[in-house]
């Protein structure tokens, strides 16, 4: 009992984790073999430190990854994989038939599995199936039905135990039960004894301790019996039909002490810690086969089961239970009520009722729906007056008692709701309008339709002044106040764009705190009694936003329940009101009702405090809130696999190749060729709820800037890296909008051959040698720059001096031109001056000769004269005779003709007289005549002399100016 002791000692009381609902069926995923591409039969479940699922498979190591199915491995016969252990230091282990090793993973994904065989004698090598591998502070123990296996330090013990039927682990022992129904303690030395088989009694598959110093014992057909105080408790085996109709395959402690069993053509049954039934999970309602082989759990506490045909996985956790086709209710919802112990649903196909127990069990259930007879077609609402039933119906308004119709109060058209008005008067929102009710002797008797008002109307509040609402969905929101008779409205309003809606379509009408609201596509907005027109709402603004379209507000408790956004994009929650208006917004788990209502007729109806019931597309999904569940756990996203693009390399993840061939332990910092730089990187996350709704983000650090924006792709390719460093990040964000863990991956991209250190330095050389004979080159294309620059120059030079001789000529040219046009014009004006002169000239010679003339002829006549005077008047004659020679050969005459003559000849007698400075004034008055071309006859009048003695003056000129005889003299005076 010393065993027993310690045993009892370690236990402690469990945590506390959610409870299981007992109505309705959690949400099951099913897994086909045809989709896993396996065996249809798996013998053992477990998850592994990234979260990955793994299955014992008939043909190996089976893989669900959050995203793919893979057969990772086989062990080294390819038998069939019986057991699965996850050890302490995340190694996984496997048992097969006549084999058991673990699996080697590396830092590049890679898995392999070592045998442990060789570690056995060579005796013990033949050994059937290993069932079960349990671990304790000694080692892991692989069983089997004949001997056991220890596996620590590296080494393999066998320990002889014979006949073993089952093994449980309790705290840190192994308790083995024998085929004699003894109970022993498994040591590193063999079995010890705890219970013999008078106390036990039946065959046990598991088990257990209960926390409270006691055990349970599962048996395989007759229950669970109870061992505490040092005593079996066979009086209070806890039993009942499961047990006893079916046999247990499979067996898993959940969390809170419920107990998961699996049965061979029963299904699955789940007890509470007080061990009654809560849930029984069968092909019926959701599995594949009703047959268990294994069952395990996540992290998160959900079930993975191993069926005859496939997997099942089952969110146990999520406190959300279907309530359908199962329970025989069919359709879509759109109204519950609850009356007494008796559930009443309206779908699409008529109305459904059921009896509704705090305490359901599933192996007596009493939750079936029945459909009441005679009322077929859609039914709108359902609402209980006073004690009677009533239906809004599509063919009217109907009261129903017990499976039946017991009565049609309106034929003319459908039907929409009931409100009450005042005192027992109630309205009913019809297809034409809107009729009035009286409520006499606890029923309803129908009354008449208000005249003039012939709109449909589904949806009816009334405010706190009377006045009534009415939501239309097309047209606006009308505002009715009724006349004293009730006969008529007497006064109709219409709100829409114009009154301050944001659009007149698709308004919603909602009573909330006995405020009237309404939801609209952009918000929820309030009316404003003080200017007549429709304002945002400042609180529902500031909690809901302005971009959604609001859908439903239901008021419970100080509570709100909303809806709100497009459909199968919902956004769905709880606004819990404290401190006045501060809030708190709950939407976990409610984001899995996500595309599940009806778009305009969502259902919400609150049952109590810990239960509400969802009207959806097809049933109901009960949501259990009692359950206390942490939505917010972390859980792991990691990489499936690295592959090169454009080919089936794997850089990252199993292969076939790596399972079967030995691999690296260790893999190091990656180095890629830059041949390989495009690489698609693929992910997943260990958190299997919503997989639709689980966004993932990723960024390539060294490449990337940011985070990419989350979406639900799971895989990334980037193409055409530039060599250097990077690592690669990918996180998940699950439905509850929890982050993951990142998972990570580094690696180099090496620069491409033609940048390789020993490139770079042959490029150096080339570059040196290169350089030398770019100088060279430069320098030799430098001097033959220069000399074509200097010939350009020199050319340009020519160029230049020819062009500025062409210049210089034309300019002196034109100046030449320009000279000579002066010249001309000076000519011009000194040959008009010369004429003037030698006009004036002519005209004084002229006048000298004549007057020479004259006074010789006087002087004559007087000469003769004086001849033939008296001597007293000879004198006076002489007198005048001589004052005569006098002006003829007076000086002034000749400076005045030599003025004149200067100017004509330039200064022709001062040149003469210069050049010849023998020259007498008579020479020069002969030469100044002559140089007139004038003629002896006129020289002699001019120089008052004879003609003869023309020629000694002509003489004496030409003596003095050395010519001689062959010289003429005029044409020597002309040309001087």
């Known amino acids: 009992m010393k065993q027993l002791l310690i045993l009892c000692l370690w236990m402690t009381c469990a945590p506390t984790y959610a409870q299981i609902g007992n109505k309705g069926v959690p949400n099951i995923r099913n897994f086909s073999y045809e989709q896993y591409q396996a065996g249809a039969q798996n013998w053992a479940i477990l998850q592994d430190a990234k979260g990955k699922m793994l299955f014992g498979n008939n043909y190996g190591l089976l893989e669900y990854n959050g995203k793919e199915w893979s057969l990772e491995l086989q062990t080294s016969n390819r038998t069939v994989v019986r057991s699965i252990h996850r050890g302490k230091d995340n190694t996984i282990y496997l048992g097969a038939q006549n084999e058991f090793g673990y699996v080697k993973t590396n830092d590049a994904g890679q898995q392999q599995y070592i045998s442990l065989l060789p570690k056995i004698p060579e005796k013990h090598r033949q050994f059937s199936d290993v069932w079960s591998i349990l671990e304790t502070s000694s080692g892991i123990f692989f069983h089997t039905n004949e001997l056991t296996f220890l596996y620590q330090s590296d080494s393999v013990k066998v320990l002889e135990t014979p006949s073993i039927g089952s093994c449980s682990k309790v705290g840190d022992s192994i308790l083995v039960q024998d085929q004699a129904y003894n109970i022993h303690v498994l040591k590193q030395d063999g079995l010890h004894k705890l219970f013999d088989r008078q106390q036990?009694?039946?065959?046990?598959?598991?088990?257990?301790?209960?926390?409270?110093?006691?055990?349970?014992?599962?048996?395989?057909?007759?229950?669970?019996?109870?061992?505490?105080?040092?005593?079996?408790?066979?009086?209070?085996?806890?039993?009942?039909?499961?047990?006893?109709?079916n046999k247990v395959q499979?067996?898993?402690?959940?969390?809170?002490?419920?107990?998961?069993?699996?049965?061979?053509?029963?299904?699955?049954?789940?007890?509470?810690?007080?061990?009654?039934?809560?849930?029984?999970?069968?092909?019926?309602?959701?599995?594949?086969?009703?047959?268990i082989l294994a069952i395990g759990t996540d992290q998160l506490g959900n079930l993975w089961l191993a069926t005859e045909t496939g997997i099942d996985y089952v969110e146990i956790t999520t406190p959300l239970y279907k309530i359908a086709d199962q329970y025989n209710l069919?359709?879509?919802?759109?109204?519950?009520?609850?009356?007494?112990?008796?559930?009443?649903?309206?779908?699409?196909?008529?109305?459904?009722?059921?009896?509704?127990?705090?305490?359901?069990?599933?192996?007596?259930?009493?939750?079936?729906?029945?459909?009441?007879?005679?009322?077929?077609?859609?039914?709108?609402?359902?609402?209980?007056?006073e004690n009677s039933i009533y239906v809004c119906h599509h063919e009217g308004l109907f009261k129903i008692e017990g499976d039946s119709i017991s009565q049609q109060l309106s034929y003319s058209s459908g039907v929409w709701n009931l409100r009450k008005l005042k005192g027992n008067i109630f309205l009913q929102g019809g297809y034409d309008g809107i009729h009035l009710y009286k409520l006499l002797d606890g029923e309803l008797q129908y009354l008449w339709k208000i005249k003039d008002f012939d709109e449909t109307s589904r949806v009816i509040e009334l405010d706190n002044k009377g006045n009534i609402w009415m939501a239309h969905g097309y047209k606006g929101i009308y505002k009715l106040q009724i006349s004293e008779d009730l006969q008529s409205f007497s006064d109709i309003q219409l709100y829409?764009?114009?009154?301050?809606?944001?659009?007149?379509?698709?308004?919603?009408?909602?009573?909330?705190?006995?405020?009237?609201?309404?939801?609209?596509?952009?918000?929820?907005?309030?009316?404003?009694?003080?200017?007549?027109?429709?304002?945002?709402?400042p609180l529902y603004s500031r909690i809901l936003g302005n971009q959604h379209h609001i859908r439903?507000?239901?008021?419970?408790?100080?509570?709100?329940?909303?809806?709100?956004?497009?459909?199968?994009?919902?956004?769905?929650?709880?606004?819990?009101?404290?401190?006045?208006?501060?809030?708190?917004?709950?939407?976990?788990?409610?984001?899995?009702?996500?595309?599940?209502?009806?778009?305009?007729?969502?259902?919400?109806?609150?049952?109590?405090?810990?239960?509400?019931?969802?009207?959806?597309?097809?049933?109901?999904?009960?949501?259990?809130?009692?359950?206390?569940?942490?939505?917010?756990?972390?859980?792991?996203?990691?990489?499936?696999?690295?592959?090169?693009?454009?080919?089936?390399?794997?850089?990252?993840?199993?292969?076939?190749?790596?399972?079967?061939?030995?691999?690296?332990s260790e893999i190091g910092h990656i180095e890629l060729p830059y041949t390989k730089n495009s690489l698609t990187f693929s992910f997943a996350s260990s958190f299997y709820e919503g997989p639709k709704n689980t966004f993932y983000s990723c960024y390539l650090e060294g490449f990337d800037k940011q985070w990419h924006h989350w979406d639900t792709g799971q895989s990334k390719s980037y193409t055409n890296l530039p060599a250097g460093d990077y690592t690669f990040h990918v996180k998940a964000k699950n439905i509850y909008g929890t982050e993951s863990k990142e998972d990570i991956y580094t690696f180099s991209i090496l620069s491409p051959w033609y940048l390789t250190t020993s490139a770079l330095v042959v490029y150096g050389l080339f570059c040196l040698i290169g350089i030398t004979l770019l100088l060279k080159l430069y320098k030799a294309k430098i001097e033959q720059a220069k000399q074509r620059e200097w010939t350009i120059q020199m050319e340009m030079m020519r160029q230049n001096k020819r062009r500025y001789n062409e210049e210089k000529l034309i300019t002196e040219q034109e100046l030449i031109r320009l000279r000579n046009e002066k010249l001309e014009a000076e000519v011009s004006i000194s040959h008009s001056k010369m004429e003037v002169l030698k006009t004036e000239m002519a005209a004084s010679i002229m006048m000298i000769t004549q007057k020479n003339n004259m006074l010789i002829k006087v002087r004559d006549d007087l000469g003769k004269l004086v001849k033939k005077v008296n001597e007293q008047n000879k004198n006076p004659i002489e007198k005048v005779i001589r004052t005569i020679n006098r002006d003829i050969n007076s000086e002034q005459d000749w400076e005045q003709f030599k003025i004149h003559f200067d100017k004509v000849h330039e200064n022709f007698l001062e040149r003469l007289k210069k050049e010849y400075p023998d020259l007498t004034p008579k020479d020069l008055q002969l030469a100044a005549y002559l140089r007139l071309n004038l003629s002896s006859k006129e020289i002699a009048s001019m120089m008052n002399i004879t003609i003869r003695s023309i020629e000694g003056c002509r003489y004496r000129l030409r003596k003095h100016l050395n010519l001689n005889s062959n010289t003429n003299l005029n044409e020597f005076i002309l040309k001087f």
Do not use: C
């Open 200 to 245: 036990v009694r039946y065959y046990v598959l598991k088990i257990y301790d209960d926390h409270q110093g006691g055990l349970y014992f599962v048996t395989q057909k007759y229950g669970i019996l109870k061992y505490s105080h040092g005593q079996f408790h066979h009086d209070k085996r806890i039993t009942n039909s499961f047990f006893e109709n």
């Open 250 to 291: 499979s067996l898993q402690k959940l969390r809170n002490d419920y107990l998961a069993i699996g049965s061979v053509g029963a299904g699955l049954l789940i007890l509470n810690k007080n061990f009654t039934p809560v849930q029984w999970l069968n092909k019926s309602n959701g599995l594949q086969s009703n047959t």
């Open 330 to 385: 069919e359709g879509t919802v759109s109204s519950i009520l609850k009356s007494d112990d008796m559930l009443y649903v309206g779908t699409n196909t008529g109305v459904f009722y059921s009896k509704w127990k705090q305490d359901e069990n599933p192996l007596h259930p009493t939750l079936n729906f029945q459909q009441v007879k005679g009322l077929s077609g859609q039914a709108w609402n359902l609402y209980k007056i």
């Open 496 to 537: 829409t764009k114009k009154e301050g809606f944001p659009s007149g379509l698709f308004i919603n009408l909602f009573k909330v705190n006995n405020q009237i609201l309404f939801g609209t596509e952009y918000g929820t907005y309030q009316y404003d009694d003080n200017t007549d027109s429709m304002v945002i709402s």
């Open 552 to 664: 439903l507000l239901k008021e419970n408790n100080g509570d709100i329940w909303f809806v709100k956004g497009q459909d199968m994009h919902d956004d769905l929650g709880i606004i819990e009101f404290y401190d006045n208006e501060k809030f708190e917004v709950l939407r976990s788990p409610l984001q899995h009702l996500r595309g599940k209502f009806n778009p305009g007729f969502e259902n919400i109806t609150i049952l109590d405090e810990k239960t509400a019931l969802f009207g959806t597309k097809n049933g109901i999904i009960h949501f259990d809130r009692s359950a206390n569940r942490n939505y917010a756990l972390p859980f792991n996203a990691h990489l499936t696999d690295i592959r090169y693009m454009g080919s089936d390399s794997v850089l990252y993840g199993q292969t076939v190749h790596s399972s079967l061939s030995p691999i690296k």
